[in-house]
């Protein structure tokens, strides 16, 4: 550990930061290969592995941290290195207590936590509907019984995005969310542990280090999504209208009631997170063109490296480089037989050096194809800043990382998908648009307040707000708020369903995805105007369009060496997050919404 002398000078600061760059860079590829591995064969060892390098991470971060004190107050620190400085404060997700017991029980929680999400099961009920469903829906392993099946989280998410039968439904939302109950003490101690380690460093609890990643204090952070979400929220309130007088016709007045929430299970989605898997209910316009991309991949034979080099060719297309080979070699595309692996997608460079891989259980739908654009982008921005100081490493925030392939995606367009002969037609008239638009919105206004929810969550638990006895019942109050969605179910507090969602068991923070539901509609607009688009936005495509490309680069190249209005700027000369762009793109819909939920009750 470098240490500084009581009256320390810039240079000292700037050598420190050097040792500090080496040092991390070591540490941090040490803890990603043991968490690759970890994550791609899930056993008692490998999680043992993780844990020790997670544990020598976070000792090293928050000795660091504190041995940076001394360069506080030094005038005339160069910006680089006083970003440095700040950048190491949040460089540890779960900071750890410097007591050593402590630190390694807390770095066992967070693997244990993983890999219990990871290999979560539901075995049906002998008698319950997902039994008499047989194997409809449900894939039973070749030679074995459907009924005797024990079914991941990949088949359950099946049944809610395909199956239209309520009892199905609800047994398959309250199968997988029995898988978290056992998490409950483990995340209450582990809350405990990570706030004292992030008091060691200065911040009031976990949930204010996660929300110092902004560029602005914690609370005019807060004040900003609270703006964001007033300006989205009238759209979303008319869609969750519209969405159940339409669920309300398909599943009967006594199961979806005409002013209060909506049941979970009926959105298409495990968490009703995305509602895009039940467009089929509530497409506006019959007898318009298909917009069924899945149909398209699974006819045309796609499989999942297919898809990715799919994916990689939109990339190219705008003129940045092919994915290296060892990608191709290293990267996991589909669920391996015999062994438990994390099969939510993510995208790594695992030695911090250029070394991109994806790691997902690619199926041939067209979900799957656009987490594939998410996940690339992912890897293009890591491509880009590979060279940088390992702490400049990362989005402008992660907001933005998580927006970059998102956008991307937004120019997947039925003309594009046409071209690929993935659509059959792509009409331009006036009902072919709204239902287009009705389909993107399903994703992503839906979106919206379910990325609210999960951080305030936290937040508030973090901070002491929402003691353990009430964990369930404070998730239930903000989903109801914000979603406007009920539990299928009854719940009590021997449930832990905020452990039935990837992030919380595994510690990412989740209100980077909130954010980047608004960015990429503002980089959209920005890299649109770039490549000299001036028709609507949402029939923009950026595909190949080489002066997007250098526009996209040039921020990406950035990673998080300025503060993030400073990448924004670069890219759309804006300084602000604004949902403008979002509503922009909307707008035909709006219009169709107003008419359609006019006289209805909203709200609930
Ligand atoms: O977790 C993800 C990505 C990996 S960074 C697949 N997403 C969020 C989720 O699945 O809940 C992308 C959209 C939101
Ligand atoms: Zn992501």
């Not at 582990?190 to 009031?204: Q, V």
């Not at 994806?358 to 491509?383: A, Q, R, S, V």
């Not at 800043?385 to 933005?400: E, T």
């Amino acid at each position: 550990m470098p240490t500084a002398s009581s009256s320390a000078t810039p240079e000292e600061a700037q050598r420190f930061i050097a040792q500090v760059d080496q040092d991390l860079r070591k540490r941090w590829v040490a803890r990603d290969q043991a968490s690759w591995v970890n994550q791609n064969f899930i056993t008692d060892d490998t999680e043992a592995v993780a844990a020790s390098r997670e544990a020598e991470t976070a000792e090293y971060v928050t000795k660091a941290i504190k041995a940076a004190t001394r360069f506080d107050k030094v005038p005339g620190l160069s910006p680089e290195v006083a970003r440095q400085l700040w950048l190491l404060k949040l460089a540890q997700v779960v900071p750890a207590p410097s007591d050593a017991k402590e630190r390694d029980e807390l770095a066992e929680i967070e693997s244990w936590m993983t890999g219990t999400y990871g290999k979560g099961k539901y075995k049906p009920q002998p008698n319950g509907a997902l039994a008499k469903a047989g194997a409809k829906y449900l894939k039973a392993p070749k030679g074995k019984d459907a009924k005797n099946v024990e079914y991941t989280l990949g088949d359950l998410s099946r049944v809610l995005s395909k199956s239209r039968n309520f009892d199905e439904l609800t047994e398959a939302w309250a199968g997988w969310h029995a898988i978290s109950a056992v998490m409950k003490d483990k995340f209450a101690r582990y809350t405990e542990l990570g706030n004292k380690g992030a008091r060691e460093i200065g911040f009031a609890d976990m949930g204010a280090l996660w929300r110092s990643g902004y560029d602005m204090p914690p609370d005019a952070f807060e004040a900003d999504l609270e703006r964001l979400w007033q300006q989205v929220k009238p759209l979303y309130d008319q869609l969750h209208c519209f969405v159940r007088s339409r669920l309300r016709e398909k599943y009967g007045k006594d199961k979806v009631p005409e002013q209060g929430p909506i049941p979970a299970q009926l959105l298409g989605n495990m968490w009703s997170q995305e509602w895009n898997d039940i467009y089929d209910l509530v497409e506006p316009y019959k007898g318009e063109a298909s917009l069924d991309v899945s149909k398209s991949l699974r006819d045309k034979k796609y499989d999942a490296v297919k898809m990715v080099k799919l994916g990689e060719s939109f990339f190219t297309s705008l003129g940045l480089d092919p994915l290296p080979k060892s990608f191709w070699e290293r990267s996991l595309f589909t669920k391996p037989e015999g062994r438990e692996v994390v099969c939510h997608a993510s995208a790594w460079d695992v030695t911090w050096n250029n070394d991109l891989r994806i790691k997902m259980c690619i199926e041939p739908t067209e979900n799957d194809l656009i987490t594939i654009h998410h996940e690339l982008g992912h890897d293009y921005y890591f491509h880009q800043y590979y060279k940088l100081p390992v702490l400049f490493q990362s989005g402008a925030n992660d907001g933005f990382h998580e927006g970059i392939g998102d956008t991307l995606a937004l120019s997947v367009t039925p003309q594009y998908l046409k071209g690929l002969g993935l659509l059959n037609a792509a009409p331009d008239n006036p009902k072919a648009t709204v239902n287009q638009q009705m389909k993107n919105a399903l994703e992503k206004i839906a979106f919206l307040p379910f990325g609210l929810v999960i951080d305030k969550w936290r937040w508030d638990v973090f901070a002491g707000k929402t003691p353990k006895d009430k964990y369930n019942e404070s998730w239930w109050a903000l989903r109801t708020k914000y979603q406007g969605i009920a539990p299928p179910v009854s719940r009590s507090e021997a449930d832990f369903d905020p452990g039935a969602k990837y992030h919380v068991p595994a510690s990412t923070p989740y209100i980077r995805y909130f954010l980047a539901r608004i960015y990429q509609f503002q980089f959209h607009r920005a890299l649109c105007k770039a490549a000299g688009h001036t028709g609507r936005l949402d029939t923009c495509s950026i595909y190949g369009n080489k002066e997007a490309g250098k526009k996209l680069a040039a921020m990406l190249s950035m990673g998080s060496s300025k503060p993030w209005p400073e990448a924004l700027a670069a890219m759309s000369g804006e300084t602000k997050a604004d949902a403008s762009a979002m509503l922009e793109y909307f707008a035909p819909l709006k219009e169709y919404l107003g008419e359609q939920t006019k006289g209805m009750k909203c709200g609930w």
